[in-house]
C-alpha cells in the first residue's frame, strides 16, 4: 500500500527494486495480475538503516569500497575520498551528498587497492 497525505493512492503487490541510500528508491507496485505494474521512483535516499537496503530486489547487497580522486576547487592539489558503495555511479552520488558540485571536481572513480587484490 503506497499513501499520499494520508490517503491510499494504490494497494497490491510491493516489490522493492531499489531503496539505498544516496540514489532514488524504485518501487513497483502490482495492482493484480490484468494490470500493468506501477512503478514509483522517489527523490534520494536521505537515511536508511543497512539492513533494510535493496539493489535489483536483493536485500542488503554487496558493497566494495570504491576510491575517488578529486580537487577541491580553487586548489592544485588532488585528495582522495573513499566510500563503500554498490558501484562506481553509487559511489559518486555519495561523493556528492559530502562535497556539491560548486565545491569539487571528480577526476577517477576505481575500486580501492584492496578489492582489486581480492578480485
Same mark, same amino acid.
Given at each position: 500500500?503506497?499513501?499520499?497525505?494520508?490517503?491510499?493512492?494504490?494497494?497490491?503487490?510491493?516489490?522493492?527494486?531499489?531503496?539505498?541510500?544516496?540514489?532514488?528508491?524504485?518501487?513497483?507496485?502490482?495492482?493484480?495480475?490484468?494490470? =500493468?505494474?506501477?512503478?514509483?521512483?522517489?527523490?534520494?535516499?536521505? =537515511?536508511?538503516?543497512?539492513?533494510?537496503?535493496?539493489?535489483?530486489?536483493?536485500?542488503?547487497?554487496?558493497?566494495?569500497?570504491?576510491?575517488?580522486?578529486?580537487?577541491?576547487?580553487?586548489?592544485?592539489?588532488?585528495?582522495?575520498?573513499?566510500?563503500?558503495?554498490?558501484?562506481?555511479?553509487?559511489?559518486?552520488?555519495?561523493?556528492?551528498?559530502?562535497?556539491?558540485?560548486?565545491?569539487?571536481?571528480?577526476?577517477?572513480?576505481?575500486? =580501492?587497492?584492496?578489492?582489486?587484490?581480492?578480485?
Amino acid at each position: 500500500m503506497i499513501r499520499k497525505n494520508g490517503e491510499v493512492i494504490f494497494q497490491g503487490k510491493l516489490y522493492i527494486y531499489r531503496l539505498i541510500f544516496g540514489m532514488p528508491a524504485l518501487i513497483i507496485i502490482s495492482e493484480n495480475e490484468n494490470i =500493468s505494474p506501477k512503478v514509483f521512483k522517489t527523490g534520494n535516499v536521505t =537515511s536508511i538503516l543497512p539492513h533494510y537496503e535493496f539493489l535489483e530486489g536483493e536485500q542488503q547487497p554487496t558493497k566494495l569500497i570504491y576510491q575517488i580522486e578529486f580537487k577541491k576547487q580553487g586548489s592544485r592539489s588532488i585528495r582522495g575520498y573513499s566510500c563503500l558503495a554498490v558501484s562506481d555511479v553509487h559511489a559518486a552520488q555519495l561523493f556528492r551528498i559530502r562535497y556539491k558540485e560548486e565545491e569539487a571536481m571528480i577526476l577517477s572513480i576505481s575500486l =580501492s587497492e584492496r578489492e582489486q587484490k581480492q578480485a
